[in-house]
């Protein structure tokens, strides 16, 4: 059973513009949650963090929200560059452990 | 430069003949793990460990075996692979805070 859930498996976007990546999540046991970036050919790479105690985190021109309510949190990218066009993952911790999402291809056009 | 490196990058082997896949990193991370990726779900954890000798199960673990004897070192092992074991592998250590994981560049791995 998927404990993270990211629905839209694609997203374009025009260079400049906000790019907007949303993640669901169903249990609430979860202390941390983060993205990677992940380019064809690659491993993913670690971009943004936020724990489970606070709403908002921003580094540069990403920003990760956090709403525990909902159990939803979001990737803001802005502005967007075509070196931003990949798959992002959003993931969960707890218990030493890491649950994924399946992934969302984002196209930045120029 | 630090590195977390898998071998090999691609495999293909026949149904029930043992394979390993080493990963090793080189920033004396604590924690290391193993993931498969597979169309339409994501990234599963296979196994994880906390520590030298200490290993334990993440989300996905049947059919595989891990070990970890030193600090850098975290091999994969099938000991009777089969095609349901047809994946794409990723390796990942961290320290500290074991959220921001390095991963390797991934193994494909063919199980005919």
């Given at each position: 059973d998927q404990q993270v859930k990211q629905n839209s498996p694609s997203l374009s976007v025009q260079e400049g513009r906000i790019s907007i990546l949303n993640c669901d999540y169903t249990n609430s046991m979860?202390?941390?949650?983060l993205w990677y970036k992940k380019y064809p050919a690659e491993g993913?790479?670690?971009l943004i963090s936020i724990s489970s105690i606070k709403d908002k985190n921003e580094d540069g021109r990403f920003t990760v929200f956090l709403n525990?309510?909902?159990?939803?949190?979001s990737l803001h990218i802005v502005p967007s560059q075509p070196g931003d066009s990949a798959v992002y993952f959003c993931a969960a911790y707890t218990g030493n452990q890491f649950y994924f999402g399946t992934g969302t291809s984002l196209t930045v056009i120029p | 430069e630090a590195q977390v490196t898998q071998n090999p990058r691609y495999l293909i082997t026949v149904t029930g003949k043992k394979l390993t896949v080493t990963c090793s990193q080189n920033m004396n991370h604590e924690?290391?793990?193993?993931y498969r990726q597979d169309p339409g779900l994501g990234l599963r954890q296979i196994y994880y460990s906390m520590n030298v000798?200490?290993?334990?199960?993440?989300d996905v673990p049947e059919g595989y075996k891990v070990s970890r004897k030193e600090k850098r070192n975290f091999p994969l092992i099938l000991e009777s692979p089969s095609p349901n074991q047809t994946s794409l592998y990723?390796?990942?250590s961290s320290s500290g805070g074991p959220w921001t994981q390095y991963f390797g560049p991934?193994?494909?791995l063919l199980v005919l």
């Amino acid at each position: 059973d998927q404990q993270v859930k990211q629905n839209s498996p694609s997203l374009s976007v025009q260079e400049g513009r906000i790019s907007i990546l949303n993640c669901d999540y169903t249990n609430s046991m979860f202390d941390y949650f983060l993205w990677y970036k992940k380019y064809p050919a690659e491993g993913p790479t670690f971009l943004i963090s936020i724990s489970s105690i606070k709403d908002k985190n921003e580094d540069g021109r990403f920003t990760v929200f956090l709403n525990k309510s909902a159990k939803h949190l979001s990737l803001h990218i802005v502005p967007s560059q075509p070196g931003d066009s990949a798959v992002y993952f959003c993931a969960a911790y707890t218990g030493n452990q890491f649950y994924f999402g399946t992934g969302t291809s984002l196209t930045v056009i120029p | 430069e630090a590195q977390v490196t898998q071998n090999p990058r691609y495999l293909i082997t026949v149904t029930g003949k043992k394979l390993t896949v080493t990963c090793s990193q080189n920033m004396n991370h604590e924690y290391m793990s193993w993931y498969r990726q597979d169309p339409g779900l994501g990234l599963r954890q296979i196994y994880y460990s906390m520590n030298v000798e200490v290993t334990d199960k993440g989300d996905v673990p049947e059919g595989y075996k891990v070990s970890r004897k030193e600090k850098r070192n975290f091999p994969l092992i099938l000991e009777s692979p089969s095609p349901n074991q047809t994946s794409l592998y990723f390796c990942a250590s961290s320290s500290g805070g074991p959220w921001t994981q390095y991963f390797g560049p991934g193994t494909r791995l063919l199980v005919l």
